[in-house]
């Protein structure tokens, strides 16, 4: 089955500079993947998504990239703010399946 | 506006003491998930229902069992709940995309508490 693989676990970054978490998926059917932040007490919210047949998408300052060869994706934050500080999860979802595999979790810390 | 729906917010239960948390969307969704997801974890799925379609994870405990009467409802029914139950219960909805993926959303969620 698919397995999804996320670095860094922590990550402080100084307010205004760019945050990047990588994730990586076995399962070379995964043609959708999600990347969702939780703030404390919260549930899930989605951030951005990207499909397979897509290299790479952006909305504001948030940005996600697509290596199917290399099997990673990677989430990309400019101009952080203190809001943005969460917990950042990618997942994997694999095609012909209504699964979401979760990455293990990137808390974000942006210090002011 | 809520899409979808978790009840009770906080459940306190004792050890060995059915509960029942409860799940409703408003999304007319097909496919229903419930996830656990103790502190500084990622969700973990236990079950999830394409329609009235069943679908164990082959690690989701026997204790855990679940309900779906119909679209907009969906149960968690945990049958002697343990201490190391003690979780967020997460649920969750997506659409069925004819094929491909779609945006998953998330509840709320329960707070489970065995005492």
């Known amino acids: 089955g698919e397995n999804v693989e996320q670095h860094p676990s922590t990550l402080s970054v100084q307010e205004g500079d760019s945050a990047v978490i990588k994730c990586t998926y076995s399962?070379?059917?995964?043609?959708?993947f999600p990347w969702y932040k939780q703030e404390l007490g919260k549930r899930p919210q989605l951030i951005i998504d990207i499909r397979s047949n897509v290299g790479e998408k952006k909305d504001q300052r948030i940005a996600v990239t697509l290596n199917k060869t290399a099997k990673h994706f990677s989430l990309h934050i400019t101009e952080t703010q203190p809001e943005d500080s969460a917990v950042y999860f990618c997942a994997a979802s694999p095609s012909g399946t209504y699964k979401y595999i979760f990455g293990t979790g990137t808390r974000l810390k942006v210090l002011a | 506006d809520a899409m979808v729906i978790q009840n009770p917010r906080y459940q306190v239960t004792q050890f060995g003491k059915p509960v029942t948390l409860s799940c409703s969307q408003t999304?007319?969704?097909?496919?229903m998930y419930w996830y656990q997801q103790k502190s500084s974890q990622a969700p973990k799925l236990l079950f999830h229902?394409?329609?009235?379609?069943?679908?164990n994870e082959a690690d989701t405990p026997d204790n855990f069992q679940s309900r779906r009467p119909n679209t907009s409802f969906c149960f968690l029914d945990i049958r002697s709940p343990g201490l190391g139950d003690a979780a967020m219960y997460l649920c969750a909805t997506s659409r069925d995309g004819r094929g491909h993926q779609e945006t998953q959303y998330f509840g709320p969620g329960t707070r489970l508490l065995v005492l």
């Open positions: 999304l007319n969704h097909n496919v």
């Open positions: 399962d070379s059917a995964s043609n959708y």
């Open positions: 229902y394409y329609d009235k379609d069943f679908n």
